[in-house]
Antibody, heavy 120, light 108 residues
Framework: QEQVVESGGGVVQPGRSLRLSCEAS????????MHWIRQAPGKGLEWVAG????????YYADSVKGRFTISKDNSRNTLYLQMNSLRVDDTAVYRC??????????????WGLGTLVTVS | EIVMTQSPATLSVSPGERVTLSCRAS??????LAWYQQNPGQPPRLLIY???TRATGIPARFTGSGSGTEFTLTISSLQSEDFAVYYC??????????FGQGTKVEMK
């Protein structure tokens, strides 16, 4: 069963850091691009960061560029999001999602339940 | 950045009705468009990709159509489990990957 499970969320003060993890199972993790997508309480979906299957390319939303870093450990089947200089408006449920389509990164076919990050 | 605009914001319908949701892109996407369904407290579920291809396990009552800048998701006969929020997402030119603001389908 293909699955991704996020962890690492919590309550953090503005300006502090947090690292999220996303553990994948049931599929060949090293073959897929992966993304982080967040959803503020009661709001819509906002793409945050994406990474190619082999980490050769990484992409960030303007709202997090320079503060967040996405990485992928194919030996551990785990995706990470290092979040520094957190702001109140970073408060959201953060979900990882598997990429599909062109470059296996274009749209998102498997999502985790998410982990809540509260900056306060 | 391509801006995705969905309409209407909310749709009040009864079970069994036919439902049509719209999504407009600020630039041509060709057919690089996906639709997602999200129930409360759940992650989004991929319904449609390539504007019209149903994802694995998606019932035939869900139909996607359109190309360029205008897209439609049609639910032929709304079931109780279809009351949810629906998002469109364009992926023709990335980054960034952009979503519409969502259409909530609620019970009349």
């Amino acid at each position: 069963q293909e699955q991704v499970v996020e962890s690492g969320g919590g309550v953090v003060q503005p300006g502090r850091s947090l690292r999220l993890s996303c553990e994948a199972s049931g599929f060949t993790f090293r073959s897929y691009g992966m993304h982080w997508i967040r959803q503020a309480p009661g709001k819509g979906l906002e793409w945050v960061a994406g990474i190619w299957y082999d980490e050769t390319n990484k992409y960030y939303a303007d709202s997090v560029k320079g503060r967040f870093t996405i990485s992928k450990d194919n030996s551990r089947n785990t995706l990470y999001l290092q979040m520094n200089s957190l702001r109140v408006d970073d408060t959201a449920v953060y979900r990882c999602a598997r990429g599909r389509g062109a470059q296996l990164i274009s749209y998102f076919d498997s999502w985790g339940l998410g982990t809540l990050v509260t900056v306060s | 950045e391509i801006v995705m605009t969905q309409s209407p914001a909310t749709l009040s319908v009864s079970p069994g009705e036919r439902v049509t949701l719209s999504c407009r892109a600020s630039q041509s996407l060709s057919t690089d468009l996906a639709w997602y369904q999200q129930n409360p407290g759940q992650p989004p579920r991929l319904l449609i990709y390539g504007a019209s291809t149903r994802a694995t396990g998606i019932p035939a009552r869900f139909t996607g159509s359109g190309s360029g800048t205008e897209f439609t998701l049609t639910i032929s006969s709304l079931q109780s489990e279809d009351f949810a929020v629906y998002y469109c997402q364009g992926y023709h030119n990335w980054p960034p990957w952009t979503f519409g603001q969502g259409t909530k389908v609620e019970m009349k």
